[in-house]
């Protein structure tokens, strides 16, 4: 398959940049408010014609929303797409800027964009995700969004704008890094929908190595086509919500846009085809311009770069050279395992439920901790699972950590594990000993039991004369039990092992209990 280059231009933009289809595109108008955006062109997205909906009295029908996405996926590279100046996060403004990059005269012209419009590298896909419904019992939907087609292109440059100078700066450092972009189908519906899918596609893309896909430095943004209509009619006119980097973020803007357009209708008012931005910090999107029309575009070969030839292994030209064509058959058997395959493998291997094989995954790096643990413990997988998923997920979260940054390793709290399998200590004392691993680093679990006391007793004749000494202190709560209350047990369990600082098992003390009072 050929796949042309195009350049997309735009008249009367000065800091215009050429887009890959092969075609290029210039930059769109600069939106206001003291926030950044990348300068980008008008959506790939298409509905049906859209026309605003009648206006329909206050409460009278239901509302349907369409969401559909534009993905945009850093690639991972040391260097630019058509230059060779370095791709590095957080450089100082345009230090990382070629005379290609910045178009100035006297070397090849690219005051354009480029991108692949006509010829993507794939089209007609589609993309499966699972979305965790918080029900009694929890329940997880798998859905399936359409991808309509997957091009590679250039990013732009950043207008930075301070409208207390009442200025734009424009910093050139992303101009000419490579993009993947993914335009999906407006099959989705909410916010949670399009963010679950976007982290499907971001596990997918870091899975292979295609990019890094981290949101937060600006290599996976997204943007979001939103329309509202009544079921059966016609949809209705959207907006697009640009660069968003990440999704709870998306998943915010998607619902309060939703919202928003139903709002204006029910009162009488139109949607307006328009570009919007997020505001995280108001929790609302505002508008930043008028959608561009498409006589603002024109789109022309790019004569510099040759054709992308793509082939499976039944198109393969006889005698072609293997380092002159890209076998897409070949590139298939090297692929590592997908996400939903490990999923799937952890659900059938450790009897998971499907929304903890979500958490694991993602996660960044959580899969792995979870299995280094596993390798080193004794303890079943089901008590990993929980260990992890709930107090060092929840230790993680609470300091606002990455993996990466745990200060308790795999091994400890395999060994940590290991010391409660065995029955060295209580579930409360394993619970006091992660609490001082990750605030004392060097310390092993049995470093922190030995000096904390935290071990069980052992002794089980002592253990014995302690739950008669309480039964006898506390004839009142013994007399409870005798008449069927069922909390009295557990309060003389309590009581036990207060008197034994929390070193006697509860089932041990359980036990005793039973055998001494019953008849």
Partial sequence: MAVPMLCRLRSGRRWALAYINRGSRHGAGTPTGSRSSGKRGQSSVVQQPLITAEKPRKGEHEWAAVVGLEIHAQISSNSKLFSGSQVLFAAPPNSLVSFFDASLPGTLPAGYQITQQRLPIAVNGSLAYSVYVRKKPSQVINKTVRIKQIQLEQDSGKSLHDDLRSQTLIDLNRAGVGLLEVVLEPDMSCGEEAATAVRELQLILQTLG??????????????????????????GVRTEVKNLNSARFLAKAIDYEIQRQINELENGGEILNETRSFDYKLGCTVPMRDKEGKQDYRFIPEPNLPPLLL???????????????????QIRERLPELPSVTRDKL????????????TLL????????????????????????????????????????????????????????????RKTISSSAAKQVFAELWKSEGKTPAQIVSEKKLELMQDRETLEQLCLTTME??????????????????????????????????????EILEKKLSP
């Fill in 210 to 235: 295609t990019s890094q896909a981290n949101m937060a430095e600006g290599q996976l943004r997204v943007d979001a086509n939103i329309s509202v209509h009544h079921p059966g009619e016609p949809l």
């Fill in 473 to 510: 202190q506390y004839p009142h709560v013994v007399m409870d039990m005798k008449k069927g209350n069922p909390r009295a047990i557990n309060k003389l369990i309590g009581l036990v092992r207060k008197a034994t600082l929390s070193r006697a098992d509860p089932t041990v003390i359980k």
């Fill in 311 to 329: 082939y499976d292994s039944a198109s393969l030209p006889a005698g072609a050279d293997p380092q002159q064509v890209i076998n897409i058959d």
């Fill in 347 to 358: 659900i059938q291997q450790y009897g998971m439920l499907p929304e903890h094989s979500l």
């Fill in 362 to 421: 993602n996660e960044v790096g959580l899969l792995q901790f979870f299995q280094n643990v596993i390798k080193e413990t004794r303890a079943e997988p089901k008590k990993v699972t929980s260990w992890v998923l709930n107090t060092f997920l929840g230790f993680l979260k609470q300091q606002n950590l990455a993996v990466s940054e745990s200060p308790v390793t795999p091994s400890a709290l395999a060994e940590l594990l290991n010391l409660l399998d």
